[in-house]
């Protein structure tokens, strides 16, 4: 197995091939729990630390926030929620997820594109 990281807009994402074809696509997450609505989309940090920020409605408890966070990640980049894992993070607002794909660098534009926005 070749692991090769690709920076995106000063973010780290890794990628690395798998069975069948599917690349994972690693993306660090701040998440904004308690939101008025679910949003993806902006930076927190700057450079090589800035974080996908991500906001859901659900509260901090018993994993709500973070499988919300899942389910959003999964509808913003137009993937299935099975192909949205978590890595690190589980307790944290600072998260670490795993998108698996047929196609990274459309995932990898896709993730460049909320940052800045």
Same mark, same amino acid.
Do not use: C, F, H, N
């Given at each position: 197995? /070749?692991?090769?990281?690709? +920076?995106?807009?000063?973010? +780290?994402?890794?990628?690395? /091939?798998?069975? @069948?074809?599917?690349?994972?696509?690693? &993306?660090?997450?701040? &998440?904004?729990?308690?939101? #008025?609505? $679910? #949003? &993806?989309?902006?930076?927190?940090?700057?450079?090589?630390?800035?974080? *996908?920020?991500?906001? !859901? $409605?659900?509260?901090?408890?018993?994993?709500?926030?973070?499988?919300?966070? %899942? !389910?959003?990640?999964? /509808?913003? *980049? @137009? !993937?299935?929620?099975?192909? !949205?894992?978590?890595?690190?993070?589980?307790?944290?607002?600072? +998260?670490?997820?795993?998108?698996?794909? =047929? =196609?990274?660098?459309?995932?990898?534009? %896709?993730?460049?594109? *909320? %940052?800045?926005?």
């Amino acid at each position: 197995m /070749k692991t090769q990281g690709m +920076k995106t807009q000063g973010m +780290k994402t890794q990628g690395m /091939k798998t069975q @069948g074809g599917a690349a994972p696509v690693r &993306v660090a997450i701040r &998440v904004r729990p308690g939101a #008025s609505r $679910s #949003s &993806v989309g902006g930076s927190y940090g700057a450079g090589e630390d800035a974080r *996908l920020t991500v906001a !859901v $409605s659900a509260r901090a408890v018993d994993g709500a926030a973070t499988e919300a966070v %899942l !389910v959003a990640i999964a /509808k913003a *980049l @137009g !993937v299935r929620r099975r192909q !949205v894992l978590l890595v690190t993070g589980r307790t944290s607002r600072d +998260k670490v997820i795993e998108v698996t794909t =047929d =196609d990274p660098a459309r995932v990898r534009v %896709l993730i460049a594109q *909320l %940052l800045v926005g």
